[in-house]
């Protein structure tokens, strides 16, 4: 039911709207195929089980990788369902400034990712 009425809105909406979202959707994956397939050739050079979308040598690159994993949170989480992936890894200056912005916690973003695919592992 749910499958024919998303169907049903589909063929409602205007032909430039579906070829604008098509477009969004292949460059939202391509991006991230591009990036983590090179973050994951660095993290193999270097053993890390885990990988960075940006090298972490500053508190902007920190910043830009833990924006990368929510913003790809949604294919990381398929890609390690799957079994072809592996979890981002945590920034290594993050959680040791006293003067942390709010709303910005040690590890989080792994902490959703594991509770994510234990979830998903489970199901």
């Not at 089980?49 to 830009?64: I, K, L, N, W």
């Not at 369902?81 to 709010?102: D, I, M």
Request: proline letters at 7%; a positive charge; aromatic letters at 10%.
């Amino acid at each position: 039911m749910v499958a024919s009425r998303a169907r049903s809105i589909w063929r409602r909406l205007p032909g430039a709207f579906k070829i604008s979202a098509l477009v969004i959707l292949l460059f939202y994956v391509g991006s991230y195929a591009v990036l983590s397939r090179r973050a994951f050739q660095r993290a193999d050079e270097t053993n890390a089980e885990g990988f960075y979308f940006v090298e972490p040598t500053s508190d902007v690159a920190c910043r830009v990788h833990e924006l990368c994993s929510i913003v790809y949170f949604p294919l990381i989480v398929v890609e390690q369902w799957l079994g072809t992936g592996r979890p981002p890894a945590s920034s290594p200056l993050q959680g040791l400034s006293l003067n942390r912005p709010a709303g910005i916690q040690p590890r989080s973003v792994r902490k959703r990712l594991l509770a994510a695919t234990t979830i998903l592992r489970a199901g």
